[in-house]
């Protein structure tokens, strides 16, 4: 089975930071790979695929970046509606889809 | 425009069964690959079930034997049927256009809870 993790698990940062977030896969997954943003009480939101894809309507203050093995989520400049958890998918495999653990921005 | 409607969550007693159903519009539910995603209270994301748009399903580990994924085309209607339901199945349910091999989930619905106790 492929396992993923994601780094940092909390991150505390202000409005205006660069914020970088990883996603590792136990295993290669090509590019196969979306981030996913949730809010509380809320579905989560498909903001990249394809590794580096940006889904239509999502600010292009987001990007992701990454193949095989590690991924990167980069957020340009932190805006208050940002501050959210973020997830990783990998959908390489058939049968098995696995979510990264998550990783929550919060206001430092 | 895409909508997904859970319905079917509710209490119910450690070992015993629900439906859920997710309403489809806006896209035709058979055409595509479709997904099950729970979240449990506080933690992660966990995905559950898969149905391809050839009629193959697959399961997590945790729910396989006790969970069956299905359609039903005349109604564009999905459903998950849990039965032998535990503790630990305790979550919001997700149903997820989208999710299957190299398909990446585009939308998602509301969520519906599920909560298992006695």
């Known amino acids: 089975d492929i396992q993923m993790t994601q780094s940092p698990s909390t991150l505390s940062a202000s409005v205006g930071d660069r914020v970088t977030i990883t996603c590792r896969a136990s295993q290669s997954i090509s590019s196969w790979l979306a981030w996913y943003q949730q809010k509380p009480g809320k579905a989560p939101k498909l903001l990249i695929y394809k590794a580096s894809s940006l889904e239509s309507g999502v600010p292009s203050r987001f990007s992701g970046s990454g193949s095989g093995t590690e991924f990167t989520l980069t957020i340009s400049s932190l805006q208050p509606d940002d501050f959210a958890t973020y997830y990783c998918q990998q959908y390489n495999s058939y049968s098995l889809f696995t979510f990264g653990p998550g990783t929550k921005v919060d206001i430092k | 425009e895409v909508q997904l409607v859970e319905s079917g969550g509710g209490l119910v007693q450690p070992g015993g069964s629900l439906r859920l159903s997710c309403a489809a519009s806006?896209?035709?539910?058979?055409?595509?690959?479709m997904s099950w995603v729970r979240q449990a209270p506080g933690k992660g994301l966990e995905w559950v079930s898969v149905?391809?748009?050839?009629?193959?399903?697959y399961y997590a580990d945790s729910v396989k034997g006790r969970f069956t994924i299905s359609r039903d085309n005349s109604k564009n209607t999905l459903y998950l049927q849990m039965n032998s339901l535990r503790a630990e199945d305790t979550a919001v349910y997700y149903c997820a256009r989208g999710g299957g091999y190299r398909q990446k989930i585009d939308y998602w619905g509301q969520g519906t809870l599920v909560t298992v106790s006695s």
């Open positions: 806006g896209f035709t539910v058979s055409s595509n690959y």
């Open positions: 149905i391809y748009s050839g009629g193959s399903t």
